[in-house]
């Protein structure tokens, strides 16, 4: 996920331009006098941008790679699924 960094003036002339970008992903912060008022972010992120978002706070920690599979806690009986079954739980 990219951030640009725009003065206001320029944000006006350039605006179709800014648009294009922020929807293939990027992020706008918005300068007046060289200091930061706001930002334009898509509406839809991907989920990597948002997994990147994340890194990059610090919340968490990934290393890349795949988790491995773990085999489930419980096996429903027959037919029915879990879905089946939480829905007449909920019921």
Known sequence: ???LTVGIRELKRQLSRYVRQIESGATVIITLRGKPVG???PLKPSLEARMQEVLQTGLVAWSGRKLAP???VAQT????TVAD??????G
């Open 77 to 80: 009986q027959g037919d029915r």
């Open 1 to 3: 996920m990219s951030h």
């Open 70 to 72: 773990i085999e489930p």
């Open 39 to 41: 930002r334009i972010v």
């Open 85 to 90: 079954l939480l829905l007449e739980d909920r």
